[in-house]
């Protein structure tokens, strides 16, 4: 007999889309990189390939409210790039702010689901 799915909470919802919106920024900013050769061919895809594997694990765990907690922290990293450099920061700091809205939003829509008689 098959399992039940597990039902998903909007705000896991939403900071999964958050989440798969980064990893599509991270391999698009792999390749203007490698495509302005300031780095070598294998810092950037080694580099953006941990990235992606971070942020796969991420989305696994955002089941979980340390889950949520550890993707606040992945977020105050991304924005550290711009340290790095200004529009990899601007890059990130657009995705930073969906996740932003899927932090606050989730909670809202999530909150009538778990107080039915409200």
């Known amino acids: 007999m098959a399992r039940a799915r ?3 909470t909007a705000t896991e919802s939403l900071l999964q889309i958050a989440v798969m919106l980064e ?8 390749l203007a990189l490698d495509g302005l050769k300031l ?4 810092v950037v895809w080694v580099g953006a390939g941990l990235a992606v594997v971070v942020l796969g694990l991420l989305n696994r765990l955002l089941r979980y409210r340390w889950g949520v907690w550890f993707g606040h922290l992945i977020q105050i990293a991304l924005l550290l790039s711009f340290v790095w450099d200004v529009v990899i920061g601007l890059s990130a700091a657009v995705v930073v702010a969906f996740w932003i ?3 606050i939003r989730g909670p809202q829509l999530d909150r009538p689901r778990d107080n039915p008689d409200r």
């Open 101 to 103: 809205f899927g932090a």
């Open 23 to 30: 990893i599509a920024v991270v391999f698009f900013g792999a």
């Open 6 to 8: 597990r039902e998903k």
């Open 39 to 42: 780095y070598s061919p294998t």
